[in-house]
């Protein structure tokens, strides 16, 4: 079986935690081995040297990566890249629609409307794509305080609270602004010159509204990779105030020691098989009788909770979870959980 892997303009696929040299990614010939190992015929290829016209990839397994640049410039060529290839007939791995939800909190809360209709209606999330629908919307009915998110972010970055309307007004007004200074005063001239004339919003970075779930002192980070599952405890440390995410990974207890609660990876596994993808990152809290999808993540995420892990758990005799302590590289998780996942979409 062969897998192509598409590697970005510095050669990297993945990302990889304590990696060497620093933000390199995957060792490669590790990879290759790990997939070699499980008779999956590895092929690199260079994002920018696909070509669809030639119908190379029709029906062949693409595995690829993504990045978090500034701006996600590159990113978004990724993105015609992979949905180009899937117009073509290549099977991604994982599909289109989880690349564009990646760092995209917009996009990820209407894949959460699509696969989690129960779990949107917990979080009554409102998705904005310019401040002045913002302000047509009735916020004097939303439920305060409420969580502020760009679109854009990892780590806990663009995450606000607001107690109130005012708050929630200058918070979004602060994370929507958009600054073309040359567009903007060609704009003015729009406005004097034609009678009528409604000048672009200044503020139009995309931002979403959600209700705040009170009372939480941490949540937990699953990393789903086949039948394996990883855990972390992440604690809400005091001077993030309501943000778990960012908090050091020093700050973590893994594996066995993350104290986590019974049913979580149930849980986790009841959205790891709605979303039919070969591996996922899930923020998950538990309020101490339901459980909450924060955020999901299905490809470029942390491995922390893999490395500094010193187990990982799997489904006993179907409905119990036990601990298997054994330590694992980044390359044969991600190789054993891709191979499982295309033989089952082959049984299929």
Not at 28 to 48: H, M, Q, W, Y
Not at 147 to 164: P, R, Y
Not at 176 to 202: A, M, N, P, V
Request: charged content about 25%; hydrophobic content about 35%; some cysteine.
């Amino acid at each position: 079986m062969k897998i192509f892997h598409l590697t970005d303009y510095q050669g990297r696929f993945g990302s990889k935690h304590n990696d060497v040299p620093y933000r390199s990614g995957f060792n490669l010939d590790l990879l290759k081995r790990e997939n070699s190992a499980l008779g999956i015929e590895t092929v690199f290829v260079p994002f920018s040297d696909i070509n669809v016209s030639d119908k190379k990839y029709q029906n062949q397994y693409v595995a690829y990566t993504s990045t978090e640049d500034p701006g996600y410039h590159y990113k978004d060529f990724i993105e015609d890249i992979v949905q180009a290839l899937e117009l073509s007939g290549a099977i991604m791995l994982p599909k289109s629609i989880f690349l564009r939800a990646t760092n995209n909190k917009v996009f990820m809360e209407k894949l959460r409307e699509l696969y989690f209709p129960e779990q949107a209606v917990l979080f009554a999330t409102q998705a904005f794509g310019c401040l002045d629908e913002l302000t047509r919307a009735k916020i004097d009915a939303m439920e305060f305080p409420v969580i502020v998110k760009t679109a854009q972010g990892a780590s806990g970055s663009g995450v606000f609270l607001a107690h109130d309307p005012s708050e929630l007004l200058r918070v979004a007004k602060k994370v929507s602004r958009t600054r073309y200074i040359g567009e903007e005063l060609w704009d003015i001239g729009r406005y004097f010159k034609h009678t009528g004339y409604r000048r672009e919003s200044l503020y139009r970075k995309r931002f979403i509204v959600q209700k705040f779930i009170p009372g939480l002192k941490n949540d937990w980070k699953v990393y789903v990779f086949g039948s394996m599952y990883y855990i972390f405890f992440r604690p809400i440390l005091k001077h993030r105030l309501f943000k778990a995410s960012g908090g050091g990974y020093h700050n973590y207890a893994y594996g066995d020691q993350a104290q986590f609660p019974q049913g979580i990876f149930d849980y986790a596994k009841g959205i790891y098989d709605k979303l039919a993808v070969p591996h996922v990152s899930l923020d998950i809290a538990f309020d101490g009788q339901k459980f909450y999808l924060l955020e999901f993540q299905s490809l470029y995420f942390g491995t922390a909770g893999i490395i500094n892990s010193n187990c990982y758990y799997s489904q006993k005799d179907g409905n119990t979870w036990a601990p298997r302590f054994k330590k694992n590289t980044i390359e044969s998780v991600f190789a054993g959980s891709i191979h499982d996942f295309v033989m089952k979409e082959k049984d299929r």
